[in-house]
Structures are given as C-alpha cells and as structure tokens.
C-alpha cells in the first residue's frame, strides 16, 4: 500500500464489532444451550478462525454477513475434532479455547501460523497444569502446538503473574469444567469481556475488587448451564482508535465515530488522548449487551507528550502503536513505560514501532519494558516494516497519512487479521 499526506478527514464513519467481544460469542455461544445470534460480528481473520475451530469440534455456525448464529452444544456437546485446530494468527482463539478443550473427555491439538507458534503458551499451560488438566507443547519451547488430552479439571486460585485477559479467560472457561471455586486474581484488572459475558449466559460468576479497584478477582463456580443470548457487538475501541489519532494528527478534520465500546478496562486510549491535549468527545454514551459504548467525536489538536505507565497500560495495550504515532507528531518526549507485555504480540512490538519511527525521521528509542519518543518533527514517507502486524500496517498507514512523500506499507494486506475494511474507511472520509 502506498499513501501520501492529506489534510481535512471529515465525516461520519462506523468501525466493525469488537475483536474479544467477536471471539467470545462464538466461544460462549458454542457451549451454551440455544441459538445465540452476535450481530456486528467482526468478520476478521482471526475471529474466523475462531469459527472455523468450533465448527471442527461439532458446532454449526451459520454467518449472514456480520451476523454470525451460533447454535450451541451445551457445556458438553462438543465432538472430537476430525482435524488439527488451526487458530492461524489469533492469540486469544489459541488461548481461550485451550480452557475450553481441558475439559472435554477428547484429545486435541492446536496451531498456528508462524508467529503465533512463537508467542509463549507457558502462561497458560503452567495454571492449567495446577489445575489438573493434561497439555503440552509438542515441540517442548513452550509454545503451540498443543496437545490436550483428557484430565481432571479441578478449582484452583490462582494470582496472575501478567494482567493478561487471554490468561484470566482461559482459566475461568476452565472452571467451567472443574470441581469447587476456581479464582483468578489480577493485580490489574484487564479487559472483562468474558466476565460480564459469562455472567450474561448465566454463569456463576462474581468479581470482587479490592485496593482502589486495581486489585481484581474473578471466581467461577461450575454447574450451572450456560444459555444463548442476543449479543449486540459494539465498534472495536482498537479499531477506532486509528481514525481518533488520524482526526488528531490529520489537520483540519473532523470525525465522527458512532457506537464504538467505551468499557473502561479497554478505553485507556480516551485518557492518554486527553492528557497529550486532544479534542475528544463522547455522545450518545449507552450500554449494550453489558457493555458501554458511544459516539465518539475527534478535532485536529496539538498534541504534547506525557509519560503513561502503571495500571493504564492493560486498557490500552493494542492501541500502543497508533498512540506512538500520535507522539511523534506532539510536541516534547513521550514516554511508555511497564509495557513489556509488548514484546509478545503478534511481533515484537517495541522494536518494530521504535524501528518504523525512526525510518519515518521521529527519534525512538526501544526501552526494556516501553520506549521514549521525542515527538514534534516532520515524518517523512518512508517504506514501513510491519512484519505481518496487523496493528503495525494500520499504525503506520495514519503516520503516513501526516508525513511529507510516499510511505509504503510493506504487507498491508495483514489488516484483514482484525480489518478487513480498514482503508476503505478511510475513503469515506476524504
Ligand atoms: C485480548 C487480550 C489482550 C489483547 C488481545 C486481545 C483478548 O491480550 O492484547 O489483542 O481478547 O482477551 P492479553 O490478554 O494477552 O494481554
């Protein structure tokens, strides 16, 4: 892809359904009783391979466009999968579905494309073990694939040692299957998706909050059958927030973005828009499904740099690389800290935002945990490794759009992992 600067974004855009709220329909749905129908169902790579696993393990899944109806099997209705189950790209299918798959009578195996058999599966398979379930890596890094045979789930409390919701979720859906009270404790409380879902199908699930609402545990208790819901998907916050740091960092523009999901473990990119001085609006605030959303409306602003760190970062985690953009072109030195979870997504993220900046002229420096930017200079066109990230290739598709020349995106098509549509947005809006 090759782009070139603009001025003046305007209009009125939508951006597809919640990327985790779309995995977890399909998930919750197929070992629910009933037809449980997800609308603004994101029809992205990642969230079709989610689909494409359940319909290997015996769920019929019908999909009308962004309607997906799923018709549930019941907590222990799933059948043996004829095949390996290919997650491909998505990290949170690998590592729900391993929850899921410990507690069935049945053996199964899990992989991906190259990049997610390099993330590290270690931090599911060590609470999954505690919890007497059989899994393994097959190649012994710790990695996918996996291999789960069958074994006897039992309650543990467990206290994560990462705020991960990847991690939390798969040990909850484990306790779905286990015997007594199975907790999970988070020092900060990362995104709860699957909390308010679960309790939706009827699970019996509390979460307590303790020390200032940081400190988090969830407990699930089994038995009780899950039951289809009607699930109204709101706007992906990580989508939207390219199209909030383009309306910034474009001049003169204006963008409206409608029912995107504001829940507030996800919605830490609102605040660091706020605090670099951004004009940012919320309209039109409402809940759906359990979760909150609204419209939100974004002015071209001069933004200035600040440092974000501590118990911020899990709520804004996958918008890192657009918020790096945004303090490439705001005056002064950003600085993100406690932020290593990074370097475990879908590439190393610290290196390839800090790299991709400083080819586009911004000084970046890559820290342990985060990276200091020292924004205010002109970018100029530059070609931009995204390495297959999907969050890099749009990252960088908004950098280019504020950079004197050409940029080009090498790759780009790795958008349609959670995007498909993403650059067609942007032609709405010129
Ligand atoms: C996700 C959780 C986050 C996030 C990922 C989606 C989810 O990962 O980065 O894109 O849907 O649960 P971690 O839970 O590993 O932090």
């Known amino acids: 892809m090759e782009l070139t600067n603009i001025t003046g974004l305007k209009g009125q855009i939508t951006v597809p359904g919640d990327k985790s709220i779309s995995h977890r329909s399909i998930i919750l749905g197929s070992i629910a009783k009933g037809t449980t129908e997800a609308h603004n169902f994101l029809e992205g790579a990642d969230c079709l391979a989610t689909i494409d696993c359940f ?34 790209n998505s990290g949170t299918t690998t590592r729900l579905i391993s929850g899921i798959l410990c507690g069935q009578e049945f053996d199964s195996k899990i992989s991906g494309d190259e990049s997610l058999n390099l993330r590290p599966m270690k931090r599911i398979m060590e609470p999954l073990t505690q919890m007497g379930a059989n899994i393994s890596s097959i190649l012994r890094n710790d990695c996918a694939p996996l291999y789960i045979t069958k074994g006897n789930l039992h309650g543990i409390h467990y206290t994560s040692p990462v705020p991960s919701a990847q991690v939390k979720s798969c040990i909850l859906l484990a306790g779905l299957y286990a015997e007594g009270e199975t907790s999970v404790t988070e020092s900060t409380l990362s995104r709860n998706h699957t909390e308010l879902m679960l309790q939706n199908f009827g699970a019996d699930l509390t979460s307590s909050h303790e020390l200032l609402d940081i400190r988090t545990t969830a407990s699930i208790r089994p038995g009780s059958e899950l039951y289809a819901q ?59 499904s359990g979760e909150k959303a609204a419209d939100i409306l974004v002015r071209t602003s001069q933004l200035h740099g600040i440092t974000i760190e501590g118990s911020i970062i899990p709520a804004l985690i996958d918008e890192i690389p657009v918020i790096a953009v945004m303090a490439a072109m705001a005056e002064g030195t950003t600085i993100i800290r406690d932020a290593g979870e990074l370097r475990v997504k879908e590439t190393d993220r610290i290196e390839t935002i800090t790299d991709n900046l400083r080819a586009m002229g911004c000084p970046a420096d890559p820290t342990f945990d985060g990276m200091v930017i020292e924004g205010g200079r002109p970018l100029h066109g530059a070609t931009v490794h995204t390495l297959f990230d999907h969050r890099i290739a749009m990252a960088f598709s908004v950098a280019a759009l504020a950079a004197e020349g050409t940029t080009h995106i090498l790759n780009s098509e790795c958008v349609d992992v959670s995007y498909p549509s993403f650059y067609d947005t942007f032609e709405l809006l010129l």
Request: charged share 20%.
């Open 230 to 288: 009607k699930i109204m998907v709101p706007g992906d916050i990580s989508s939207a927030a390219y199209f909030i740091a383009a309306g910034l960092i474009v001049p003169d523009s204006e963008i409206l973005i409608k029912n995107v999901g504001i829940n507030p473990t996800r919605a830490g990119m609102l605040k660091v828009c706020e605090d670099m001085g951004g004009d940012v609006t919320l309209l039109n605030e409402h809940t759906s």
């Open 55 to 88: 319909r290997k393990l015996g769920v019929e899944i019908e999909q009308k466009q962004d309607t997906v109806i799923v018709h549930g099997k019941g907590l222990y209705g799933l059948t043996p999968p004829s095949d390996i189950l290919n997650v491909e």
